[in-house]
């Protein structure tokens, strides 16, 4: 009776559809990490799983769709992480700092992510792909705005806070600090400097003393 000799190579598991388009969006961010979203190629996305190229294309049509699918992927994950972070909040600026840093935490999880949203090269290949990325912003943003507003309304906040101009400060002191730290990469660390940050954009938006005071 013959025995059966073992293959060099494992077997790879069969993914059904759904899964084989997270494993290439996961792929896909991955690569976007380590070489830039510029040179990111079905090729190397085929390679790094193990499967030919016609293997990735029997799930999307185009590179573009890929690119898509990360970031509607981006969109609802990140949203939905943020959605819950403010939902534990005990009032409005509570919820302004988790959703603050559970977004740190999100991009040290997936740190292509910001350059993924933030590529003018993925921006002129597609209407599709930069109104994904308006959405999320808009999102972002209104959801922010909104919580300065309730703020405002509580007390918590200044009376003469702009509270759209305040959401878009808020955004960009992360996309602030992610350039920093990727520029003096090692030197500081996303984390630590979130935390710094933070509190000065609290100090910024919190009432004057004299509006509490009683005249």
Known sequence: MSKEV??????RKRLGADERREEIV???LELAAR???DDVTTQDMAREMGVTQGAVFRHFPSKDSIWLAVMQWVRERLMSRLGRAAAEGNDPLDALQRMFFAHIDFITDHPAIPRVLMSE???GRSSALRQVVTE???AYEAKIAGLLTDA???GLARADLDAHAAATLYIGMIQGLVLQTSILRGQRTLAEQAARTF???LQAIHPC???GDTP
């Open 6 to 11: 073992p293959s060099d190579q494992p077997l």
């Open 26 to 28: 996961r792929v896909t």
């Open 35 to 37: 070489q830039g979203v």
């Open 121 to 123: 090269h993925l921006h």
């Open 136 to 138: 999320i912003m808009l």
């Open 152 to 154: 405002q309304t509580q």
């Open 199 to 201: 509190p000065v954009f």
């Open 209 to 211: 003393p004299s509006e």
